[in-house]
């Protein structure tokens, strides 16, 4: 539990990281220069203004400079990754295969938010999580370079086809995440992440029709679902592949 704690902790910390580049990235902005400011008033933050967590609940969720408020996405952002960091600790223990998820897991919570606010996921930063993957799978031994490749192709190949069927809803950056996806975890398990995110897709976006939050007509980002979706076949894939054939047998 010692452990687990630490490995929560640095996913609070990497998480207030991840914070900065959904906020620079779009802007086209360094991700190391200027340091953190408050967006409003332009003030650097000192050492105790960024600390996860304790720091926005402290400082009531507003700037100690400006009192402008800050956005509940910081807070839980945080906390998000802390958990999601956890989580993989659970499954993996201390592996190298934790240290691939969670770089995955930091490149989908990334594309993830921003996907949410802008309605794109930028292009480098699935070419880099492509590299990426290919790096992990040529120094270990997760995963060969041919199951990395295919991974890469073969799931991409697939919602491609869907994109150009379905004509809306889903985009070409979705296959970009799906490719990247792929190239980290493989094919069978990037397989079925596209259509666990299409379930998990369809119940929320049912669910946000029904409350009225979402209209008919709006779109709705699917990259968050297909991160979602990729991250429960990571920590649980066998189980899930599993339950799902046995509701056919
Ligand atoms: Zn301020």
């Known amino acids: 539990m010692f452990i687990a704690s630490i490995v929560f902790i640095y996913g609070l910390i990497i998480g207030s990281f991840l914070n900065v580049v959904i906020y620079r990235l779009p802007r086209e902005e360094s991700i190391v220069f200027p ?21 926005f609940l402290f400082n009531k969720g507003k700037c100690r400079y400006c009192s402008e408020n800050i956005s509940y996405q910081y807070p839980l952002v945080e906390i998000l990754t802390g958990i999601i960091f956890f989580a993989l600790y659970w ?41 990426l ?5 040529l120094f270990f031994e997760y995963q060969t370079l041919y199951s990395a490749l295919l991974g890469l192709l073969i799931p991409a190949a697939i919602l491609l086809l869907i994109v150009i069927i379905s004509k809306g809803g889903m985009g070409v950056g979705d296959v970009k995440l799906i490719a990247m996806i792929g190239a980290f975890i493989g094919v069978k398990y990037a397989v079925a992440t596209i259509f666990l995110g299409a379930f998990i897709g369809s119940v929320i976006g049912v669910g946000l029709m029904i409350t009225g939050i979402k209209g008919r007509k709006d779109r709705i980002p ?5 991160a979602m979706a990729a991250l429960l ?12 054939i046995g509701l056919f047998l």
């Open 233 to 244: 076949m990571i920590l649980w894939g066998e189980d899930i592949i599993n339950w799902y």
């Open 91 to 131: 499954k993996y223990k201390l592996s190298i295969e934790l240290l691939i998820y969670v770089v995955l897991a930091c490149l989908l919570i990334v594309s993830s938010l921003i996907d949410l606010k802008y309605m794109i996921i930028p292009d480098y930063l699935n070419y880099f999580g492509i590299v």
């Open 35 to 55: 340091p953190s400011h408050c967006p409003n008033c332009q003030t650097n933050l000192k050492a105790f203004d960024l600390i996860p967590i304790f720091s």
């Open 222 to 226: 699917f990259g968050p679902f297909i």
């Open 133 to 137: 993957g290919f790096i992990f799978a």
